[in-house]
């Protein structure tokens, strides 16, 4: 059940006080950063999404994308302020999209492809409660899995299921070892 927290003026600090705790800003602040954020549009620049996804919670959608013999999956390789590792592709939902138009998005734009053909449709698995300990707030992630139907030229390697590397960020260990379980196959 979603919980609505009532604002309420805290004239003593100059902050909005809520069940939870005080805002940092103001109320002239919060107005202006409500104005700000709606003037944005997708995608949104770097730094305001990483600032963003620290205090609200996203829908991530998550692929495990496996070769022809379903023997191996692949990974992309990620180095920034956030990860720095193999994960699966991924994404998160965006502002007026359904989680069709977020692996559409993933499969065009991540592991570019250039139409459907390459691989089957991605299979829901379901939904996996994510627990890190970084500033990131995905809390769960959608699992989908595809198989690749023809010869893959785009970015990232192939990599035994049973073999991920040793930097393989230790969320995606735990998520492609539940879709593999989801898959019936076990593994890792």
Known sequence: MA????????????????????????????AELAKLIEKMEWPLPHDVFHALVKKII?????LAVFDKGMGRILLHYREDEEFKGWHMPGT????????KGAIQRLLTDEL?????????WPENHGWLEVKRKIGVRHLISLLFSCRMVKDYGGPGDFFEVNR?????????????????????????
Do not use: W
């Not at 996203?58 to 998550?62: A, G, L």
């Not at 998160?92 to 989680?99: A, K, L, T, W, Y």
């Not at 570019?112 to 089957?120: A, F, G, R, Y």
């Open 164 to 188: 991920l590397p040793n930097d393989t960020l230790k969320h995606h260990r735990v998520l492609v070892k539940e879709i593999l379980a989801r898959m019936g196959r076990g593994g890792l």
């Open 58 to 62: 996203t829908v991530p959608v998550e």
């Open 112 to 120: 570019e492809l250039e139409d459907n053909s390459s691989v089957t």
């Open 3 to 30: 919980r609505f927290f009532k604002v309420v003026s805290c004239k003593k600090l100059g902050k909005q006080r809520t069940k939870k705790g005080y805002s940092m800003l103001t109320k002239g602040e919060e």
């Open 92 to 99: 998160v939902v965006r502002d007026n999209e359904d989680v």
